[in-house]
């Protein structure tokens, strides 16, 4: 079983890989994002946005040092965006993989079984990192 704090740990690693592609590619991820965030959009009423929409939606459209250092940021708070982050999928399976092998290599065993089907699942991962 795996408690919050590890949980917490690979999140935040997975944070730390897609700040580093940010950098690299910050027009791909951030279309990526904000596309999620717009379509999450949808389900609410203009005038019931949730705190979290509203405030991936103040840092995809910010600068991006501080939407940088609020996805890596070690704080609850940093865990508390997480939790809701519109980069969900951003990451290709191998990547995940590695990252839990560092991580969280319980995990990572488990995750192993669903190897055929992650990119098939998150097709747009693949096409960030240019695969």
Known sequence: MQTHQR???RVLAEHL???????????AMLDYARGNVA????????????DWL???ERLLYGPMDALVAAITADTDAGTHLRETSPFVGALTFQERL???????PEMARTLEA?????DERFPKAAELVGR
């Open 7 to 9: 949980i917490a740990q």
């Open 17 to 27: 890989a897609i700040a580093e592609r940010l950098r690299a590619n910050p027009k």
């Open 39 to 50: 379509r999450w959009s949808k389900d609410f009423s203009p005038a019931c946005i949730p």
């Open 54 to 56: 509203g405030e991936w």
């Open 98 to 104: 590695e990252i839990l092998r560092r991580i969280d």
């Open 114 to 118: 669903f190897a055929s089907s992650w």
